[in-house]
């Protein structure tokens, strides 16, 4: 039999990962998904220091981070291999370590660490990063928070994918617009000199480079005829037999050469002592190799296929400047190419956001399955307290009876936890069943009196009703309908001060009939009206975190009025009580 605070504690967890959910559908920017995951585990695990940590070049670099002493440090790494975080980095593996001056690979960043929770960041089963957790405490973790931590990171890497894709799409529309400016500059030059020099300008906008060339085959030979980032005399005094260097090679062979390291490369001839990686394509006309563009940068594998086939467009590009033919229609070539690259583009970011959908239904399947198992044992607990309560099973002491009291109505709080689940899952999958009978909502209300009383006595709150003599018949799901006002009416008696008052007003308008419940509680800012309809949301305040709850509960009455043709919204100040207001549309069929 599960106790309350395991139950509570998976409660938590489906809390945590619907919010880091949220997240990764609602920005495509993974630094501020990561920002985000951060703020919620800071806010909702309570660690005392929590990083997210990037592979790039068999090193970790920070990219998010709570309380790390290097955040600021730009130049800040680790090794690959180096420390808990870098052995979890390159074996893909997490770690648990409970006493970190235990672990002779500890390297200790933080004072006073003692346990260090360390779970890999995976794309395609390929390490991207890790999610990194420390604590001031011994023994401060377990199997849930590596289970917790391993499912955000999860999450971070559907963030991650998001993001490439998206920046790929951006990227191709920048360079079609890169393309389409170049094409501009060939019309409006016919001064060759001037039309190299604004070409590589432009092209070199677009890449990660350091120096950006266009040489050009004359008397077999290649020459430099114009460049970016080279000095003068590298620019004048370079040339190069066809065949003789990476350039060459590229003009001998009519294919390009991406040299991730030059200092690989057996025919690389140099042209400057900067370079460590280098890009090239030829330059052909109707089949010809007629000159080679050829990038270079100071940093090691600087290049990728993306910049191969950009660079290949705009190689084609200058060919037509240089011979100025067949102008217009290789415009209208280049610009279809790239179009098919921006829908094929478009089509793996569609077929991601699919992927995220199926997601998403997995894990409404998973919340509705839970919450029904979750059901079946519960009833049976409640049943057999109640009979002990209620000595049927025995007589039992004053005190037996407080504890069996607490426990009874728990597990009806958590009864309530559990019906909100399921039906929230329920409206996600478009399963939540109105049945619309005739409904008189004066013989309603007048019934629902009883229970309203009993609710607010508790805290000593006076009820009173306003209502016309008389109202119209609708259709309604009188079910559902006493659902809305039980989420609202307990909502303003949780929040209302004992020995108050709570107003229920019913009148009737022309296309509908509108309720008013008015409390004396504490009130909601008006910075928090447009999002506590919202799923999860609360306002955050002392008083909202001792009341607890799922946070559905306006969610799902927001569903059940507008099912009934109704609006919802309220009107509030911090402090001075709120209306909430919704209204049953008439009429409806």
Not at 50 to 63: A, G, P
Not at 439 to 466: H, P, Q, R, T
Not at 535 to 545: A, I, P
């Amino acid at each position: 039999m599960p106790k309350p605070r395991h139950l509570e504690q998976n409660s938590r967890n489906l809390t945590i990962l619907y919010e880091t959910s949220k997240i990764v559908n609602s920005s495509l920017d993974v630094d501020k998904i990561l920002k985000n995951i951060v703020d919620i585990v800071v806010k909702k695990l309570h660690y005392d220091n929590f990083s997210v940590l990037f592979l790039e070049n068999d090193k970790l670099v920070l990219r998010a981070s709570y309380k790390h002493p290097k955040a600021s440090s730009k130049s800040y790494y680790i090794d690959l291999g180096q420390g808990i975080t870098g052995y979890v980095a390159r074996i893909g593996k997490p770690e648990i370590v409970n006493d970190v001056a235990k672990d002779k690979r500890y390297v200790a960043v933080r004072k006073g660490i003692k346990s260090e929770l360390v779970v890999p960041i995976k794309i395609n089963n390929k390490i991207v990063g890790v999610f990194n957790v420390e604590s001031k405490k011994f023994g401060a973790f377990n199997e849930n928070d590596l289970f917790l931590i391993s499912a955000l990171a999860d999450q971070a890497s559907i963030a991650i994918q998001n993001a490439i894709i998206t920046k790929s799409l951006r990227q191709s529309n920048q360079r079609l617009e890169t393309i389409n400016k170049i094409g501009k500059i060939i019309n409006s030059s016919l001064d060759l000199n001037t039309v190299f020099k604004k070409f590589l300008e432009y092209a070199s906008k677009e890449l990660n480079y350091d120096f950006c060339a266009l040489l050009i085959i004359e008397n077999g030979r290649l020459y430099t005829k114009a460049g970016i980032g080279f000095t003068t005399k590298e620019v004048e005094t370079y040339s190069a037999d066809i065949g003789e260097g990476i350039c060459g090679m590229v003009a001998k062979t009519g294919k390009p050469i991406i040299a991730g390291d030059v200092s690989k490369i057996h025919f690389y001839k140099e042209q400057s002592p900067r370079t460590k990686s280098e890009i090239a394509v030829p330059l052909k006309f109707e089949g010809e190799v007629i000159g080679v563009l050829n990038v270079e940068s100071k940093e090691l594998n600087a290049f990728d296929k993306e910049d191969l086939v950009y660079l290949s467009a705009l190689a084609d590009k200058a060919a037509v400047a240089i011979k100025n033919a067949q102008l217009y229609e290789k415009i209208k070539n280049f610009n279809i190419e790239l179009k098919n690259q921006v829908e094929r583009a478009t089509k793996d970011l569609r077929e991601a956001n699919k992927g995220l959908h199926r997601l998403n239904q997995i894990k409404s399947d998973f919340v509705s399955t839970v919450s029904h198992e979750l059901r079946t044992p519960l009833t049976s607990i409640q049943g057999y307290v109640s009979l002990m309560f209620d000595g049927n099973a025995g007589h039992i002491s004053i005190e037996q009876k407080e504890f069996l009291g607490i426990v009874k109505e728990e597990s009806q709080r958590l009864t309530r936890l559990i019906s909100d689940l399921l039906d929230i899952s329920k409206i996600e999958a478009g399963k939540m069943k109105i049945a619309f009978e005739n409904f008189n909502l004066l013989d309603f209300i007048n019934k629902y009196k009883v229970e309203v009383e009993n609710m607010a006595s508790s805290k000593n709150i006076k009820v009173e009703i306003k209502a016309p003599h008389s109202l119209p018949v609708i259709k309604a799901d009188a079910d559902k309908v006493k659902q809305i006002f039980y989420n609202i009416v307990s909502n303003a008696i949780k929040f209302s001060p004992e020995n108050t008052i709570l107003k229920i007003i019913i009148k009737e308008n022309p296309n509908n009939i509108q309720v008013d419940v008015i409390d004396e509680g504490i009130g909601i800012a008006e910075k928090d009206h447009a999002n506590i309809f919202e799923k999860f949301q609360q306002v955050d305040t002392k008083m909202t975190r001792k009341a607890g709850g799922t946070g559905l509960g306006l969610t799902i009455t927001k569903h059940l009025v507008e099912a009934h043709g109704g609006n919802i919204w309220v009107k509030s100040k911090l402090g001075k009580g709120s209306t909430f207001s919704f209204t049953l549309r008439k009429g409806l069929k």
